[in-house]
């Protein structure tokens, strides 16, 4: 059964930073498309940052692109997201999403396979 179980968010100050971590069981994140999205309160769910293997380039939503790292940990199956200097407008529920057939645009939803419960993060001032 493929799972993927995001954890480390929480509530940071303006200029801090959280790194957030996918454990997937199930299937193995080297081999897979992988990618975080996230949805503020009353907005839709957005594309944050994604990438197509391990040695490939890793996408980035353009309001994170220089605050944000992607990277994964084939040992332990994991992927994280490293979210440095946040603001306010980042606090959302953050979710890891997986595939591992072809997408055509890993900046959406539509493709993905599997993915997370989430895990919030808040960003006060």
């Known amino acids: 059964q493929v799972q993927l179980v995001e954890s480390g968010g929480g509530l940071v100050q303006t200029g801090g930073s959280l790194r957030l971590s996918c454990e997937a069981s199930?299937?193995?994140?080297?081999?897979?498309?992988m990618g975080w999205f996230r949805q503020a309160p009353g907005k839709e769910r957005e594309f944050v940052a994604a990438?197509?293997?391990?040695?490939?380039?890793?996408i980035f939503l353009p309001s994170v692109n220089g605050r944000f790292g992607f990277s994964i940990d084939n040992a332990k199956n994991t992927v994280y997201l490293q979210m440095d200097n946040l603001k306010p407008e980042d606090t959302a529920v953050y979710y890891c999403?997986?595939?591992?057939?072809?997408?055509?645009?890993?900046?959406?939803?539509?493709?993905?396979?599997?993915w997370g419960q989430g895990t919030q993060v808040t960003v006060y001032t």
């Open positions: 199930g299937f193995d994140v080297s081999r897979a498309i």
């Open positions: 999403y997986g595939a591992l057939g072809w997408i055509e645009d890993i900046t959406t939803e539509k493709g993905y396979s599997n």
């Open positions: 990438r197509r293997s391990p040695s490939s380039m890793t």
